[in-house]
């Protein structure tokens, strides 16, 4: 079992930056990769980035120059770093433990954090 919790979600204006963590706990050594996804309200959740056990990273087209996810190993934590924030990036962020399928694509495990609101004002 793995266990998530986010933190650092909030209220910012559009231009602003946050940065949000993800502390993993538990079965940590089976965790392959992890990603950020977001759902805006009546939307679909989708993946934002994602960051392999080694570092590699990708991302949404749209978010693609502004936000950087980034992991610290010997705290079990990834980051995302978000900058330049557009009101389009309102959502709850959620963190996400899996792994990586054919061509790196993110596949996500049954891992799920509690969720982090973050919300952009024009």
């Known amino acids: 079992q793995v266990q998530l919790v986010e933190s650092g979600g909030g209220l910012v204006q559009a231009g602003g930056s946050l940065r949000l963590s993800c502390a993993a706990s538990g079965s940590t050594f089976s965790i392959g990769a992890m990603g950020w996804f977001r759902q805006a309200p009546g939307k679909q959740r989708e993946l934002v980035a994602r960051i392999s056990r080694g570092g590699s990273t990708r991302y949404l087209d749209s978010v693609k120059g502004r936000f950087t996810i980034s992991r610290d190993n010997a705290k079990n934590t990834i980051y995302l770093q978000m900058n330049s924030l557009k009101s389009e990036d309102t959502a709850v962020y959620y963190c996400?433990?899996?792994?990586?399928?054919?061509?790196?694509?993110?596949?996500?495990?049954?891992?799920w954090g509690q969720g982090t609101q973050v919300t952009v004002s024009s």
């Open positions: 996400n433990a899996g792994r990586l399928g054919i061509g790196g694509s993110y596949l996500p495990d049954d891992y």
